[in-house]
C-alpha cells in the first residue's frame, strides 16, 4: 500500500510543475508524500511528509523527470 502512495505521488509530478515551482513551496502530492523547493537552492525534493524524510532528489529537463534517491 505505502508503494502505491509513493508511485503514485511521483507519477503526479510533472515538468511543468517542477519548472513553475517557487523557492520555499510546498506542493502537497498526497496524503503521504509532498513536494518541496528548498527556499535558497535549486534543490527539489519530495518528502515523507509526516516525519518531513527526504526521500528523492528531483532532477529534470525540458522532457524528463529523474528521481535520485537519498
Avoid at 18 to 30: C, S, T
Amino acid at each position: 500500500m505505502e508503494a502505491n502512495k509513493l508511485n503514485q505521488a511521483l507519477e503526479s509530478i510533472t515538468v511543468d510543475m517542477l519548472n513553475n515551482l517557487e523557492y520555499g513551496e510546498e506542493i502537497e502530492l498526497n496524503e503521504n508524500y509532498t513536494l518541496y523547493h528548498y527556499c535558497e537552492d535549486d534543490i527539489v525534493v519530495v518528502n515523507e511528509t509526516e516525519n518531513w524524510d527526504e526521500i528523492f532528489q528531483v532532477l529534470w529537463n525540458d522532457k524528463d523527470i529523474t528521481f535520485e534517491k537519498l
